[in-house]
């Protein structure tokens, strides 16, 4: 990897020294993440909908992702046209001292608490405007906020995608578990396990396999909202029952498992309970972790160890009910059931002669960990735009009465000739991307952004939110 030269500020000697640890950590985490160059590049997901049908996801034979970035993408600067990459604008001063200066942002110095990040982001777009750079961690990163430059990212981020600084989920990881997730793997190996989840769960002949389950868990929720508004309809902790749900719905995919979380309020200390808390917990303390000194690398510091409770009691729950599917699953192979009738993830999983078990094992319980936090972050700000929208909440509506009336069972073949939920849900992303940073990617050739010249090694993050624009 290439770090890109950056002004360090010759203060103190305990700040080259930690630059320079922090530096030998960091390569040799990375010793064997080598940048691909491969041409071939990845679809970019932005393209503006505004709240129009999508009649098909499908691109035509042979239309490359250089052709769609053609169509999004108006003309941009050359790299000898572009102003350097030293005159971008952003923080000055200690606040791009490597390693430590990202704790320059935040309180006592700024007004801004850890907590607000998405404030912070949208102050320095005001002052820096759209594109802007700074230190974090060891080396710079630019912040983009314009929807073109997020394209540009994505099209020169290579086959495989590079994320750059290792997380705390990885040294996690590697260090409790074994083998690293699929949120943090790269290159080949990412690559190939990324392909088997492609394809047992966004391909419409695989997910008629699961719509049915999800859509009884869909139902219960349904039923239980009705329960719980009041008069007027409204729910109090919204965010609390959309978390309840994400857990039954994934454990219902994954393990064939439901937890019970749609039967009134979940007993304190129950499984569910103990999983939702968890799950706060857990992404809290990464959070965190992205914005001090990482001193989790080094040893297991006060925050490593709240992770590691957390991440501990996730995968204690995961792996029991994963076992539990896994032992049905293999009964089944050996009684020569026909490989078709997938009843649950695992078991699709294990059909799969390109995987082993440890990564099936290592994809079912990444997807668990990651799924209830991501799914109902999603729903949450799925619900709060179209409920900003009501003409297009409307709109939705008579697609879903006329295709499924008086509650009538989801099944695939419904879901294919809903082309306005398909349109609402991408918008939704558009309009809101449910994480926080969106996908970080580490460029893996030189580009430009904002008219300036960003070199490859450079990392992008795109808080890509229409409410910052």
Known sequence: MLIHKMTVMPKKTCERLLTFCCKAIYRSRLKSREISTSAT??????KSLQMQPVMSDARPEGFTAEQEM????????????????HEMPGPKGLRNVPVIGNRFHYAPYTKHKMESVVEMRKEYMEKYGKVYREVLGLGWVVHIHDPVDVATMFSVEGKYPQRGFPSIFEVYDRREIGQIGMGSLIGEEWGRMRKAVQQKLMRPQHMRYFVTRMDRVAQDFINKIEQIADSEGNVHNMRDE???????EISAVLFNHRFGCMNGELVKGSEADLLIQATDELFKEFALSTRVFPWFMLFRSSLYKRFKKAGDTIHSIGWKYMLKAMEVAIEKRKNGSNPEDESDFITALLQDENLNLDYVTTIAMDMFRGAVESTSNTLTFFLHTISR??????????????????????SPAVLDHMPYLKACWKESFRYIFPLPAGAPRLLTKDAVMGGYHV??????????????L
């Open 455 to 468: 070199p490859k090694g450079v990392s992008g993050e795109h808080l890509f939110s229409r409410r910052m």
């Open 70 to 85: 053609i169509e999004i993408i108006p003309e941009v600067p050359r790299l000898s046209e572009a102003k350097p990459f």
């Open 41 to 46: 590049h990845a679809q970019c997901p932005f």
């Open 242 to 248: 959309l978390q309840k749900y994400a857990v039954e």
């Open 389 to 410: 929208n009501p003409e297009k909440q409307e709109r939705l509506h008579e697609e879903i009465n006329r295709l499924l009336p008086n509650r009538t069972p989801l």
